[in-house]
C-alpha cells in the first residue's frame, strides 16, 4: 500500500465509480455516441462469436441503447468526425481491440516488442513481406484473401505464408487495420491510413506506458496494481514504474486487500444517475476481467463457448445482467427466426430469497430481453430452461 492516500472508499462507492466509468452510470455514458464511448473506454475489444451481435456491436448497445448496428460498424470504421481520415484501428490491447486513432503513438511499445522478439508465432518467409509490401502499395487496401491468401488450415500453426507475412507487418506497424468488411481486416500502409501528426509519433516505452496506465485507470474509476495490468495486458512491474507519473491517485477501498489507485477526476465528483438495464457481452470491458469482477460485483463470470457442452454450467455465450448498479443474473440467448431464445437464465441467490426480491429480478431481465430482442429485430421472447416463477414473469404479456 502507498503511504499516503488520497481518499478511502467503501465498496459500494468503488462500484459506482466503475460503473460511471464504464458508462453504465448516469448520463455522460451516452454523450458522443460511438466515439465518445470508445475515447471514454480506450479500447472496446473484438471477438469472432457472433450471437445476438458481435461483442463490439454489444458494447455500445449497453451503454447507448438501440443505436443501429450498421451506425456502430460506421462509427468504428467510417472516417472521424472530421472527415478525411480513420477514426480508429485494431491493435492488440487487451485482446485484438478498435481503438482510438488517437492512441496510435501510444502502442509504439507494443510494436517495438515484437520487432525486438522477431516474430509471433512464426518466422516470416523470405520475400514475402516485400511482395504484401509492393502489392498494398500498388492496389490500396487489401484483405488477406486479396493479398494472396488467407490460411492454409483453420489454425494458427497452418497458416499460408502471406498471412504470416500480413499479419507481422501488422504487429510492427507496417500496416494497420483501419476497417473490417464481413469480418475480414483490411489492411494497408499504415503510413497512408494513420494520420501524419500521429503517424510520425514515436513516444519511448516510458510515455507509452504511462498513457496507457493513464487511461486504464480512467476507464476503471479505481482499480488495482492487477486491473490496470490487465487492461492492456502489461506487466505488473510495467505498472509499479509509471503508475505514480500517470496521475492516478492511491485510495484505499474498504474490503480489497490490494492497494489501489483511482482517476482523480472521478474522485472529485460523486457518481449519480440513473442505473442501465441491460445484457452485457461476456468480453465486455466491465466483466472481462473475472477477478475483479469478482472483487467489484461478487459475481464469477465465466465464458464458456470453448467449455465442452456437458461441463458447461451457465451455458454457451452467458451475458451477464446487469440492473440496479449489480450484476443480477445471466442468460445464454440464441435466435431463432423473429424469436429471441433464453436457452437458460439464472437469477443471484440474494434476489430468489423472497418474492419481491424475485419479481424485482425477473421484470429486470425481461426489460433486458425485451429490448436486446427490439434492438436484434425480434418480436417474441422464450425462456427454455430457468426457474418456473421467473419463467413466467418473464414471458408475461
Known amino acids: 500500500m502507498p503511504d499516503k492516500v488520497e481518499a478511502e472508499l467503501s465498496a459500494d462507492e468503488a462500484r459506482r465509480l466503475a460503473l460511471r466509468a464504464q458508462g453504465l452510470l448516469g448520463a455522460d455514458g451516452r454523450r458522443g455516441g460511438v466515439p465518445g464511448m470508445l475515447a471514454r473506454l480506450g ?10 451481435a458481435r461483442s463490439h456491436e454489444l458494447v455500445p448497445y449497453a451503454r447507448l441503447g438501440a443505436v443501429a448496428r450498421d451506425r456502430i460498424e460506421t462509427a468504428y470504421w467510417g472516417p472521424s468526425a472530421g472527415g478525411g481520415r480513420a477514426a480508429a484501428f485494431e ?3 487487451h485482446a485484438a481491440s478498435i481503438l482510438p486513432i488517437e492512441e496510435w503513438p501510444t502502442l509504439a511499445f507494443r510494436r517495438r516488442q515484437y520487432q525486438r522478439k522477431g516474430l509471433r508465432w512464426h518466422k516470416v518467409p523470405d520475400g514475402v513481406c516485400d511482395e504484401i509490401r509492393a502489392k498494398l502499395k500498388a492496389e ?7 493479398l494472396g491468401g488467407a490460411k492454409a488450415g483453420g489454425d494458427w500453426w497452418q497458416w499460408s505464408d502471406h498471412k504470416i507475412g500480413i499479419e507481422w507487418l501488422w504487429d510492427v506497424g507496417e500496416v494497420a487495420c483501419v476497417q473490417r468488411i464481413g469480418w475480414r481486416r483490411v489492411y494497408d500502409l499504415a503510413e497512408r491510413v494513420v494520420p501524419d501528426e500521429l503517424y510520425g509519433q514515436e513516444p519511448d516505452d516510458a510515455a507509452c506506458l504511462t498513457r496507457l496506465v493513464r487511461l486504464a485507470g480512467r476507464a476503471l474509476g479505481v482499480a488495482t496494481r492487477a486491473d490496470l495490468a490487465d487492461y ?3 506487466k ?3 505498472v509499479d514504474a509509471v503508475v505514480e507519473a500517470s496521475g492516478l491517485v492511491p485510495v484505499r477501498v474498504q474490503g480489497w486487500p490490494q492497494a489501489a489507485w483511482a482517476d482523480p477526476d472521478a474522485l472529485a465528483v460523486p457518481p ?14 466491465l466483466v472481462w476481467d473475472r477477478a475483479r469482477t469478482s472483487r467489484v460485483f461478487g459475481f464469477d463470470h ?6 465442452p457442452k456437458a461441463k458447461r454450467v451457465h451455458g454457451y455465450f452467458t451475458m451477464p445482467l446487469l440492473a440496479g448498479g449489480r450484476l443480477v443474473g445471466r442468460v445464454d440467448p440464441a435466435r431463432e427466426g423473429t424469436t429471441l431464445v433464453a436457452r437458460q437464465v439464472s437469477l443471484e441467490p440474494g434476489l430468489t430469497r423472497s418474492a419481491v426480491r424475485l419479481r424485482e429480478g425477473a421484470e429486470a431481465l425481461r426489460t433486458a430481453l425485451r429490448n436486446a430482442a427490439e434492438w436484434v429485430g425480434c418480436d417474441a421472447i422464450r425462456v427454455e430452461r430457468a426457474d418456473p416463477e421467473v419463467k413466467r414473469l418473464v414471458e408475461a404479456e
Request: charged content about 20%.
Open 43 to 52: 479500447a472496446v475489444q473484438l471477438d469472432t462469436i457472433s450471437v445476438l
Open 91 to 93: 491493435y492488440w490491447a
Open 140 to 146: 490500396g487496401p487489401l484483405t488477406t484473401k486479396e
Open 232 to 234: 492492456y495486458r502489461l
Open 236 to 238: 505488473g512491474e510495467q
Open 272 to 285: 449519480r444517475g440513473r442505473h442501465v438495464t441491460t445484457l452485457l457481452s461476456p468480453f465486455d470491458s
Open 302 to 307: 465465466r465464458l464458456e463457448a470453448y467449455v
